[in-house]
């Protein structure tokens, strides 16, 4: 009985969200009783094991065939299916990515067990695990709990939980080399599917500044570009700022945009709509600027401040100057 956290890599390098897995899993494990395990699949994994075996786990499986040199969702699946029983897992995490999507459906099927993607949280009682998923693009919170025989299946949501919450440790790492025909393997590896190009990278950004209709017009946008450069910030902006073209799409956050997980998220002017708040609920600090003491981003803010954007936030430039 354990916990099993796949963990997905591309050419030695681990995914972002494969650290969210890990830490999630540790979470879980800690208050279930449960060991964790992670398991790595590819060819020539020997660095990158060592990279996952520095956490607290009770151990790493390196899942190497030269037919998981390049990704399948067949192959995939059948490697899967001979670890999870050799880890006799109760429970196996999954980052919610694009190859998740692709072959998790598929394994659940053919384990006869049902998958829960895209879970944005969990709690745990008597040692039984209930996750939570989003409904009608964020606008309500649904609890959903297993029933039968495990394994029992989730993938979970970016920005879900803290990659850096993950405990440090020394774990054994163990080569398992699945029994994989090439018969199995129905298809041919293709082209990697890749993310249209972006200027930005939101979710790498330790400090993001973001604004909301509250700016009123484009024309104060250079108000917060100059927070944003006094506090070392990314800037980024809510859907109606980006709708409006104020600034690009790759910079919204939000269900529609993108899912971010900062050291401290500064919110001005944004009243928070669910839609942003999805996209944001991962931020370990939340600062919020807004004149309506009743705008809901103050319900996720560790520090509110009730006021007109226009006098707060030129007051906090000249303050973080003299810091400086």
């Known amino acids: 009985m354990s916990i099993l956290a796949v963990l997905e890599q591309r050419g030695g390098a681990l995914h972002r969200m494969s650290l969210e897995t ?12 449960q060991p964790v395990h992670a398991a790595l699949l590819g060819h020539g994994l020997d660095a990158v094991a060592a990279e996952v075996a520095a956490n607290q786990l009770a151990g790493v499986y390196r899942v190497e065939h030269e037919l998981l040199r390049e990704y399948t969702a067949d192959a995939t699946c059948v490697a899967l299916a001979q670890v999870i029983a050799k880890a006799s897992a ?5 980052p919610h990515t694009y190859q998740v999507r692709d ?12 998958l829960l993607s895209d879970a944005v949280g969990h709690h745990s009682e008597s040692g039984r695990v209930t996750f939570t998923r989003q409904l009608f693009q964020g606008k309500l919170n649904a609890d959903f709990s297993f029933a039968g025989e495990p394994p029992f299946l989730a993938s979970l ?20 080399e699945p029994a994989i025909d090439a018969a199995q ?18 979710t790498a950004a330790d400090i993001i500044v973001s604004v909301g209709r509250g700016i009123k017009e484009p024309e104060n946008l250079p ?31 939000g ?13 001005v002017g ?6 942003h708040l999805v996209g944001m609920k991962g931020s370990k600090t939340v600062v919020a600027i807004n004149k309506d003491p009743e705008a809901p981003i103050f319900e996720v803010a560790d520090y509110g401040i009730v006021g007109d954007l226009f006098q707060v936030v030129p007051a906090l430039i000249e303050a973080l100057e003299k810091v400086k």
């Open 90 to 94: 109760t429970l196996v995490l999954f």
């Open 22 to 33: 890990l830490a999630a899993a540790q979470q879980i494990g800690r208050e279930t009783n």
């Open 270 to 275: 944004i009243s928070g709509a669910i839609q």
């Open 185 to 202: 393997v129905r298809v041919k590896p293709g082209e990697l599917f890749r993310e249209s190009a972006r200027a930005v990278d939101l």
């Open 255 to 267: 269900s529609s945009g993108q899912t971010v997980a900062p050291k401290m998220y500064v919110a």
């Open 103 to 114: 072959y998790a459906p598929k394994l659940a099927t053919a384990l006869g067990r049902v």
């Open 223 to 253: 108000l917060i570009e100059k927070l944003a450069q006094a506090l070392g910030a990314e800037m980024a902006a809510s859907r109606p700022i980006c709708d409006n073209g104020w600034m690009p799409m790759e910079r919204q956050v």
């Open 157 to 176: 949501q970016a920005g879900a939980y803290r990659g850096d919450a993950r405990e440090s440790g020394t774990a054994p790492v163990e080569l398992f």
